[in-house]
């Protein structure tokens, strides 16, 4: 329970800092290698803020991994 507390904690309003990212999707038992990390924060909208859209980056997540099992 502790650690679902810690993952909602650090996203607001659907929203994460993209220096927890890496360590958000980890706790949602998403890993994510440092090259794909890299292309989904290329194709991200980032504010202002440095925050970006939880549901966009799973979205790009779901996208990469199409396009790799396409290759």
Excluded at 22 to 41: G, R, Y
Aim: hydrophobic share 45%; proline share 3%; aromatic share 8%.
């Amino acid at each position: 329970f502790q650690n679902a507390l810690k993952i909602f904690c650090r996203i607001k309003s659907g929203r994460v800092a993209t220096d927890e990212l890496a360590a958000v999707l980890d706790s949602m038992d998403i890993p994510v290698i440092p090259e794909t990390f890299q292309e989904v924060i290329k194709h991200a909208s980032i504010d202002s803020n440095h925050m970006v859209d939880i549901r966009d980056i799973l979205f790009i997540l779901d996208e990469l991994q199409h396009q790799y099992e396409d290759f």
